[in-house]
């Protein structure tokens, strides 16, 4: 047979085992396939709503989202809520959809908290939570009820990233879906709140976390091309380690300028580098979307200060080793180290681990990883709380002041909000946007005449002549004794002070410590809660040489032997019942916590 022959057959046979081979592919995953080809045409046809309004409801289907981000670990998410008179109210619902079309409505304001179960779930991570703007949403969960939401992703990247137009939901949804949604300002500021919602509500929030969904599997699908047989798969982790740079920032704060164009190229060049960064890199991107201030310069100078006769008391910074000098307090006895030895007999010496510790230089590096390029100052005990103890408890003491780097000061803050929650329980000491939160009632009334004063005063000649008299019936109404409108009367209108005192206030943070102080063991027991949740939560790697649970504790029964703190403060702290110390002279305390 000639060699011609041969290469026909071989070719041949070639072309028919192919042919074989993608048949059998295309058999044997036949209803992926035709699943996928249904998706394209209808993106919202396989959508089920669910509507949550109780703890075992809420339970239920959070069980079915989690199971259904196994394989693909992305919720659709998106909140509603109500305004009145200006002033926002808590968020009422919260949608959250699951690649699978599970649209889950979840009325906060019938369950009044979050659930134990939905709280794990926003706060997981692992899980991305994709929508326009849901770094803002999340903003508003944290704030109505404490609960944090980690790994939120604007979508508006993804559109950048494959060289869209980063547009809002709607715009998106067209572009990208050819799905058009309804935006009608009635339904987008209809009631939120109310007992049953109708048809097109449940419709319009069901659709806002869906289509989130689907935007983002067609979007990743661009960013990653595959071959057809391979288009009903997402390389889910490959995903997530382009979008990291992204995660948890603001598209607004940190890649758009109103005042001039989005920075489109600056996105895609992040996403087109990501595949090349290392984990320390990607570190590093964060620090552009992160918007709490940090410090690129060293927080420890590690200056020494020494007592007259040449013992070391701690480790001081620059400046305040500086500021002795200045004053003639001590003299400059060495330059390196930059070292002070004061003039006079300091109140206390370095005694036990209590001393050592301040006696110890600190690193520069986050105590958990160990990342030295930027960092922010973290208190374990939160300030809110410790703004509230005693002088001789809070101040001239930076044990509870860690460096922590971008990324693991802001686990860190989601985690705490877990032990807020638990704290606000304990204390009944709410910290959400309740009625004993808010310290100035807004009064509508006087908002709204307010409001209609400064209209007429500011832009009285561009208003149509019916709205004007609208605002000036308003202005008519309050002041009953007044037959006409003048400058003067608008003038004091615009000015007036619109809120009252509300007698329910309970500053979140003054109610837990008081009742620490008078009823739960007093302040180092709090301050204990505090440090045993961030050991158990962060596991720091490089924490300071001495970092101790119970420091404040050990430093306070010292100063007690050395009669340098008053029995009232012992008490407040915990460590005096009935006349007798809680604490003794070898700092023996049990490193646990009241909370775990």
């Known amino acids: ?336 180290p930059f070292t002070v030895r004061l003039n006079f007999e300091p109140a206390g010496r370095a005694e036990g681990d209590v001393g050592k510790y301040y006696q110890t230089p600190k690193e520069n590096q986050c105590v958990v990883c160990g990342h030295r390029d930027a960092y922010i100052r973290k208190n374990v005990v939160p300030r809110e709380y410790r703004k509230h103890f005693p002088v001789v408890m809070k101040t001239h003491t930076s044990h509870d002041v860690l460096l922590l780097c971008h990324a693991c000061h802001q686990i860190s803050n989601i985690s705490d909000l877990k032990i807020r929650h638990k704290l606000s329980t304990m204390c009944d000491a709410p910290f959400t946007q309740d009625d004993c939160s808010i310290k100035f009632k807004e009064i509508p009334e006087l908002k709204k005449v307010k409001s209609a004063a400064r209209a007429l005063l500011n832009h009285g000649d561009k208003i149509h002549e019916a709205r004007r008299k609208e605002l000036t019936n308003i202005l008519l109404d309050y002041y009953k004794n007044e037959s006409e409108i003048n400058v003067e009367l608008l003038q004091s209108a615009s000015e007036m002070n619109t809120k009252e005192n509300n007698e329910n206030y309970c500053h979140h943070g003054e109610k837990v410590v008081q009742m620490f102080q008078e009823k739960l063991g007093g302040l180092i027991e709090l301050e204990k809660i505090w440090r045993v949740h961030f050991l158990n939560t962060m596991k720091p790697r490089f924490l300071p040489l001495h970092w101790d649970v119970n420091h404040n504790a050990n430093r306070l029964e010292i100063r007690a032997n050395e009669g340098r703190v008053e029995e009232a403060d012992l008490k407040i702290a915990g460590l005096l019942t009935d006349g007798s110390r809680k604490v003794d002279n070898t700092g023996n305390h049990e490193n646990k916590s009241r909370i775990t």
């Not at 906060?108 to 979050?114: E, N």
């Not at 990291?244 to 704060?253: C, M, N, Q, T, V």
């Not at 890649?255 to 895609?268: D, E």
């Open 1 to 336: 047979m000639a060699n011609g022959e041969r290469f026909a057959i071989t070719r041949k046979n070639a072309i028919v085992a192919a042919g074989l081979g993608l048949f059998i592919v295309i058999a044997s995953r036949r209803e992926r396939i035709l699943s996928y080809l249904k998706r394209l045409r209808d993106p919202l046809g396989h959508r089920r709503i669910e509507i949550v309004q109780t703890v075992d409801d809420c339970h239920r289907i959070v069980g079915e989202l989690k199971k259904d981000c196994h394989s693909f670990k992305v919720l659709g998410f998106d909140c509603e809520w109500v305004t009145v008179g200006g002033t926002r109210r808590p968020a009422a619902l919260l949608q959250l959809s699951s690649e699978k079309g599970l649209c889950a409505l979840f009325r906060l304001c019938c369950m009044k908290q979050i659930p134990k179960s939905l709280r794990e779930l926003l706060e997981d991570d692992e899980v991305l939570k994709v929508g326009v703007d849901p770094h803002g949403d999340a903003k508003k969960l944290c704030h109505d009820y404490g609960v944090g939401v980690a790994s939120t992703f604007d979508l508006r990247f993804l559109a950048a990233m494959t060289g869209r137009k980063p547009a809002g939901l709607a715009n998106l949804s067209k572009s990208v879906l050819n799905v058009e949604l309804d935006k009608h300002w009635r339904l987008v500021c209809s009631d939120w709140e109310a007992t049953e919602l109708s048809p097109k509500q449940l419709n319009y929030a069901a659709n806002d976390a869906l289509v989130a969904v689907e935007i983002f599997k067609k979007l990743t699908k661009e960013l990653l091309p595959k071959h057809f047989w391979q288009l009903y798969k997402i390389d889910f982790e490959t995903i997530r380690s382009r979008l990291d740079p992204f995660l948890e920032a603001s598209f607004k704060e940190g890649y758009f300028n109103p005042s001039t164009k989005f920075n489109a190229n600056k996105v895609r060049k992040l996403a087109q580098n990501s595949q090349k960064r290392t984990e320390s890199d990607v570190k590093k991107m964060q620090l552009r979307k992160y918007t709490t201030s940090s410090r690129s310069k060293v927080l420890y100078d590690n200056c020494l200060l020494e007592a007259p006769d040449g013992e070391l008391l701690c480790t001081i910074d620059k400046r305040k080793a500086q500021w002795y000098v200045e004053r003639n307090l001590g003299s400059e006895v060495n330059s390196d």
